[in-house]
């Protein structure tokens, strides 16, 4: 079986030869352009290539412009975008220009290749589906259950990236790490007890985990500040709902999830922000937020005082239905047993653990960096 082949782009030949010994040692075939417009020539002269690599900052045609003509032209070869640039926006720029990834410079040996292998396997999913579709009438019946498992894994894909978007969100407000994930484990169990539909509570849980997304572009000044924050800067901190709802409302997928995100601030009673919401006006994913957050903040610890028992937060919870929450949520909320959060907590305690071991294990394991 031949090795795929990457088309490595990168204006910096030292970048080049380091990403291309890394994918050649792994055994991809590679070759390299030195520039974007190095590479529309090799991509037109007729070489196929399964993924492209390409640097986001370069001289004459930077990388999102050779993206936007590489999706219109070769539309199922998956573009990774690499960038020394530390801002979300940036990356979701990219993301919402089509790429499939991206990595932050400087990155490990196993990210590039984990990254590749998302990819190369999207691309993979993506032609099988085109030729199940080719020939559909006759493959209907038999290739529904296989159309449906593509479209799941193609959305595995995505949740990866924001899970990633995620974690990064912790490491800037690393006040509440481990929030996003619990929060949403919250939500999605008081959800389910609802007894509402898997899609559904799916679109909710992408929606909690990305709540507060838009602080990525909140200044570290206000949202890191030890003190009380004032008049002016509480303006701007609330400014995280809109902002957050701008960034995802575009991507297809999460579409409905911006509107949680849009909302999570909002009470029941209407007092809440950024639009003054009330009552059934707020998506019923962010009423059921709404209890999950509280829940979570009040038995998590803080700088100012000690984690609280659940009986506290179930107390807090229940004093404020109908005017804070929606009194509906509160009520199945209260019949849900207090393990279940326990158990939860020790859960994603536990994989935060995991993860930080695991880190730490490839770090050492694979020191080289670009």
């Given at each position: 079986?031949?090795?795929?082949?990457?088309?490595?782009?990168?204006?910096?030949?030292?970048?080049?030869?380091i990403v291309s010994s890394m994918l050649t040692a792994s055994g991809y075939q590679c070759r390299q352009a030195n520039?974007?417009?190095?590479?529309?020539?090799?991509?037109?002269?007729?070489?196929?290539?399964?993924?492209?690599?390409?640097?986001?900052?370069?001289?004459?045609?930077?990388?999102?412009?050779?993206?936007?003509?590489?999706?219109?032209?070769?539309p199922e070869m998956p573009v990774i975008m690499v960038t020394a640039v530390h801002d979300i926006s940036v990356a979701?720029?990219?993301?919402?220009?089509?790429?499939?990834?991206?990595?932050?410079?400087?990155?490990?040996?196993?990210?590039?290749?984990?990254?590749?292998?998302?990819?190369?396997?999207?691309?993979?999913?993506?032609?099988?589906?085109?030729?199940?579709?080719?020939?559909?009438?006759?493959?209907?019946?038999?290739?529904?259950?296989?159309?449906?498992?593509?479209?799941?894994?193609?959305?595995?894909?995505?949740?990866?990236?924001?899970?990633?978007?995620?974690?990064?969100?912790?490491?800037?407000?690393?006040?509440?790490?481990?929030?996003?994930?619990?929060?949403?484990?919250?939500?999605?169990?008081?959800?389910?007890?609802?007894?509402?539909?898997?899609?559904?509570?799916?679109?909710?849980?992408?929606?909690?985990?990305?709540?507060?997304?838009?602080?990525?572009?909140?200044?570290?000044?206000?949202?890191?500040?030890?003190?009380?924050?004032?008049?002016?800067?509480?303006?701007?901190?609330?400014?995280?709902?809109?902002?957050?709802?701008?960034?995802?409302?575009?991507?297809?997928?999460?579409?409905?999830?911006?509107?949680?995100?849009?909302?999570?601030?909002?009470?029941?009673?209407?007092?809440?922000?950024?639009?003054?919401?009330?009552?059934?006006?707020?998506?019923?994913?962010?009423?059921i937020f709404a209890v999950a957050d509280t829940l979570d903040a009040i038995t998590s610890d803080r700088p100012y005082?000690?984690?609280?028992?659940?009986?506290?937060?179930?107390?807090?919870?229940?004093?404020?239905?109908?005017?804070?929450?929606?009194?509906?949520?509160?009520?199945?909320?209260?019949?849900?047993?207090?393990?279940?959060?326990?158990?939860?907590?020790?859960?994603?305690?536990?994989?935060?653990?995991?993860?930080?071991?695991?880190?730490?294990?490839?770090?050492?394991?694979?020191?080289?960096?670009?």
């Open positions: 079986m031949n090795a795929e082949r990457i088309l490595v782009v990168d204006d910096e030949d030292s970048i080049r030869e520039s974007g417009v190095e590479a529309l020539k090799i991509l037109n002269s007729g070489e196929e290539f399964a993924l492209m690599l390409s640097d986001l900052m370069m001289r004459d045609l930077d990388g999102i412009g050779l993206l936007e003509q590489t999706k219109i032209k070769f979701l720029a990219a993301i919402r220009n089509g790429a499939y990834d991206y990595l932050l410079k400087p990155f490990e040996r196993e990210q590039l290749l984990a990254a590749v292998r998302r990819a190369l396997e999207t691309r993979r999913l993506k032609v099988e589906n085109r030729a199940y579709q080719s020939n559909l009438e006759s493959l209907v019946a038999a290739r529904t259950e296989q159309l449906r498992q593509t479209m799941n894994d193609l959305e595995r894909s995505y949740d990866i990236t924001l899970e990633a978007l995620g974690d990064a969100l912790d490491l800037k407000d690393s006040e509440t790490e481990g929030h996003s994930k619990r929060v949403t484990a919250f939500t999605i169990a008081i959800a389910r007890a609802m007894g509402l539909s898997g899609e559904r509570i799916r679109v909710i849980a992408r929606g909690a985990f990305l709540h507060d997304i838009g602080k990525m572009a909140i200044p570290d000044a206000i949202l890191r500040k030890p003190g009380p924050l004032t008049e002016e800067e509480r303006a701007i901190m609330r400014e995280h709902c809109y902002r957050g709802y701008q960034m995802l409302r575009k991507i297809p997928f999460l579409t409905e999830a911006s509107e949680i995100v849009y909302s999570h601030q909002e009470k029941f009673d209407g007092t809440g922000y950024p639009r003054q919401l009330k009552g059934e006006e707020i998506p019923l994913g962010a009423r005082r000690a984690a609280q028992p659940i009986s506290a937060a179930r107390d807090e919870i229940v004093r404020f239905g109908g005017s804070q929450f929606d009194p509906a949520v509160v009520q199945v909320f209260t019949t849900m047993p207090e393990t279940i959060w326990e158990d939860l907590r020790k859960e994603i305690d536990a994989q935060l653990i995991r993860f930080s071991a695991t880190h730490s294990k490839s770090k050492a394991a694979a020191p080289s960096m670009v």
